[in-house]
């Protein structure tokens, strides 16, 4: 038994005149879910994202948000949805309060929400500053509090955490989970594949215009059934020894450390600790990076 | 980064704002937009302040100066030409030393009065202002003679100026400069506005929150006509001070709201180059080459008579023309609101044309 459906989006397609951005894409988002759309530049996040959005007219294809059609211009959903778009939409001179209180008082908010913004992404002391003097990841945090401010309830991020320092993407996804944590339903886009995996409840991965897998992060990973990488320092165990070691199935030497891959690894690694060779030990599990691999034959470059 | 939000919803009952929240809050985002930038606000006031200064200045004493005539001696021909005010006097203490101004060039003729002989000396080199003070004096003479016949004149002249007394070139510059600094504000202000919007993904924004386009457009309609309202203000307290010495005729308020009609025509001529224009250099290239030209042919600069008539003829297609006619006539001509039917008529009808051509073409994104 699934939540209602928030967004679906089935057999979009949009071509900019060659190039097919969007080549029959169908997803559901649920309410209350963190959904986020992952691949590399051009897959066609953002066009999706914009189709879903109601910004644009797919060539074929239908959308439902909140069971209506964002296209054309559908004014009674606009207050459901916030929308923060990739390239930063600002009023030109005003600081970073008058643009969320300009933004705010088009869906007729008071401008004490404003503040509650301000500090919701930690740009209190930057309240006076004009937008144009903010870094780009102050910047960026303002842009998602003015999609933000008017308390919608689904939420869309082209990239919300592009051009931010770790701790500040840190800092933005305790405001995301905040943020379902209320219910709101969440459709983001990234190219980092590890915060999808830590954020999402469920992940589409696309790659030139299609959706190629799409389940929760777990599943995704789980489904590949891909090889675990116990690495260890160079010279810890010499290469014939570590072939023979149970449920080894390739060893690989770079000539700073050699790589066993096992789909076994607990036999695996106890009989490493028998040997005493644990020290400088690292272990790697497949990530939604080996899933984009497997599934593209491509090494995933965000 | 705290999370400390109240989960309230404050939006109005129906879900979206007002309009007039959205429209007070746009159009004051707007206000301080213009106010903040310098360059903008450096080409809507003390740019053109400088050419009403400047011209104001190169052209200050020209309409004051009538023709000088220097008189030896004093008589009732005299005393009647004085009273014509038709010639400048320069009382000059005998014959001689007039004689040798006027042969210098100094001034181009001379009068003296010895009972009832008058006598008029004057430059032939100088022949357009030596008949033209030649005919002055000689039409004094002869009403000087019929006066003392004691009969009453058979026929009369009523002639008169067309212009308040002299138009001098304040009272022309004076509404000519206001009405381009008019059309730079607002043609390079709905233009850029059009374009930044568009490139800077504001357009798209504002399709994304509950406001309709008509609060849009009408927020920086008003913040163009408050502009104007405020040129109007400092140019004319300008023009008003004594160094440039403009005198307002009767009705000279009705000036705004056609000042006004002027600014939503050249509202319109901003958002159709910004439709069509991608960047901010190109709007402002293309808002330049309309303006500067427009006013150049409307008589901004100078009188209207002043360029030929076909060109006149062709003026009568921009706005800005129109608006330079009305004003004149009603700030320095002394003329009533019926002097303003035609130029309303004309700019209320470029204005809608113009607009639904830039609603037309208009485009939310690139
Ligand atoms: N306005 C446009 N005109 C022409 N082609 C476009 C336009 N927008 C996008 N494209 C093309 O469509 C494809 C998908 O672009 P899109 O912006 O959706 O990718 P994306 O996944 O969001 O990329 P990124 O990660 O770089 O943001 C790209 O090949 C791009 O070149
Ligand atoms: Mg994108």
Sequence with gaps: MSPPSALAVSDIRMSYGDVRAVDGVSFEVFQGEFFGILGPNGAGKTTALEIAEGLRKPDAGSVSLFGESPWPRNISLLPRMGVQLQASAFFEKLTAREQLETFGALYGVTSARAGEMLELVGLTDKAGTPEAKLSGGQRQRLSIACALVHDPDIVFLDEPTAALDPQARRNLWDVLREIQARGKTIVYTTHYLDEAEILCDRVAIMDEGRILAMDTPARLVRDLDAATHVILENGALPHEQARALPGAEDVVDNGVSLTISTHTPAPLLSALAERGTLDGLQVRTATLEDVFLELTGREYRA | ?366
Aim: aromatic fraction near 8%.
């Design chain 2, 1 to 366: 980064m705290t999370v400390t939000e109240t989960p309230k919803r404050e939006r109005a009952a129906s879900g979206t704002a007002s309009s007039s929240s959205s429209f007070r809050a746009l159009a004051t985002a707007m206000f301080k937009g213009f106010v903040r930038d310098k360059a903008t606000l450096f080409f809507t006031l003390p740019f053109p302040l400088m050419f009403l200064v400047i011209f104001g200045l190169i052209f200050g004493d020209q309409g004051a100066s009538r023709i000088e005539v220097g008189v030896v001696g004093d008589g009732p021909v005299i005393a009647a030409l004085e009273r014509s005010e038709a010639v400048e006097l320069k009382p000059i203490e005998n014959a001689a030393t007039a004689e040798e101004q006027v042969r210098a060039g100094d001034i181009p003729a001379y009068v003296t009065q010895d009972g009832g002989n008058v006598t008029l000396r004057f430059a032939a080199s100088d022949r357009t202002r030596a008949s033209t003070v030649q005919g002055i004096v000689s039409g004094v003479v002869n009403q000087a003679n019929i006066a003392a016949t004691g009969q009453a004149p058979r026929f009369t002249l009523d002639a008169g100026q067309v212009e308040d007394e002299s138009l001098q070139p304040i009272q022309y510059l004076a509404p000519g400069i206001l009405s381009w600094a008019v059309s730079i504000a607002a043609v390079f202000g709905s233009a850029l506005t059009v374009v930044n919007w568009r490139k800077k993904q504001v357009l798209r924004r504002l399709r994304l929150a509950p406001v309709r386009p008509v609060t849009v457009l009408g927020s920086r309609v008003v913040v163009s006509l408050g502009v104007a309202l405020l040129q109007f203000v400092v140019f004319v307290a300008v023009a008003l001070l004594p160094a440039f010495g403009l005198r307002l005729s009767g009705q000279w308020w009705l000036a705004i709201p056609l000042l006004l009609l002027g600014t939503l025509a050249f509202f319109s001529i901003g958002m159709l180059v910004g439709a069509f224009c991608k960047t901010e250099e190109a709007a402002s290239g293309a808002a330049n080459l309309i303006t500067l030209p427009m006013a150049f042919l409307s008589g901004a600069f100078f009188p209207i008579d002043a360029i030929p008539a076909w060109l006149q003829t062709v003026s009568n297609i921009f706005p800005m023309r129109h608006l330079n006619d009305g004003m004149l006539d009603v700030m320095v001509r002394g003329q009533g609101a019926e002097a303003l039917a035609l130029p309303v008529l004309v700019l209320v009808g470029f204005t809608v044309v113009v607009g639904l051509l830039a609603a037309k073409v208009f485009r939310w994104e690139d």
